[in-house]
């Protein structure tokens, strides 16, 4: 064999060796993951009686809470953020990523550096993020530069997924918001998937939009799940079953406020 075709040949391995290696070591996308994160210096809970209810407020000195990630935009139901809980509370961080469980998987330990970060709450859960411009409506956005995220974010290697609080819908309150719950024996009462005026019932009822369940002791709660979602048009049983979710509060389809779950996967919901 000809030696330039060789090497030429042996030239263009070593050229797309060098090449993986470069990308293998300098993934974008890829977080720092840490054996140990920087210690908390508050609980969630203690953070929010210090916000206190104040929207868009910026901490303008070193906060650092830790919690273990409960959400997850796997199958599309929350959209570039991050919901953490610890033993006192939760709370979200709006983080411009898309595949977020790829990065930060459900059970993974963070510590949330907050300084410099707007707050508010939206649907009763305190949030984090940067801070708007005044000209939007809003007073907080997504954190969206990776510098900034790293900064915000550490990740651990400590991963271990937090079990669901067993509860019934009379001993939630506004203070629950954020948190992973689950709720035994609810059943369907109202939806807004279906159109009564086409002679579709409660049978015909699928996950899109609102949906209103009710346990054994009369006591409601309404679940909300984004026409994005995996299992949007999914059928909802019409039996008694079992729903996790993040909890949250808001309007019914627009009306009036009530206590909310969020779903994460269709696994959350269960026929009992």
Known sequence: MNNKYVDEAMRGVLITILMLTVLGC??????????????????????????????????????????????????????????????????EIMVGLYDLYTLYPEGTLLSLNLKGCATDYDYG???????????????????????????????SRDVAPIEPRHTTISELSDRACGELIRIEGLELRHTTSIDTLQGMTLADATWRGYALFFDTMGDSIAVYTSENSRFAKSSIPTTPISITGILQHGPYNGGKECLQLKMRYATDYEEL
């Open 26 to 91: 300098n993934n974008p996308k890829e977080p720092v993951i840490e054996g140990d994160i920087t210690p908390r210096t508050v609980t969630i809970a203690a953070l929010r009686q210090q916000i206190g209810t104040v929207s868009g407020r910026t901490i303008d000195h070193n906060v650092v809470v830790q919690g273990r990630v409960t959400s997850s935009d796997k199958d599309g139901n929350f959209y570039r953020s991050l919901v953490i809980e610890d033993e006192s509370g939760a709370m």
């Open 125 to 155: 859960i305190l949030r984090a993020g940067a801070k708007a411009h005044a000209y939007d409506s809003y007073d907080v956005t997504y954190i969206s530069s990776r510098e900034d995220i790293d900064r915000v974010i550490e990740r």
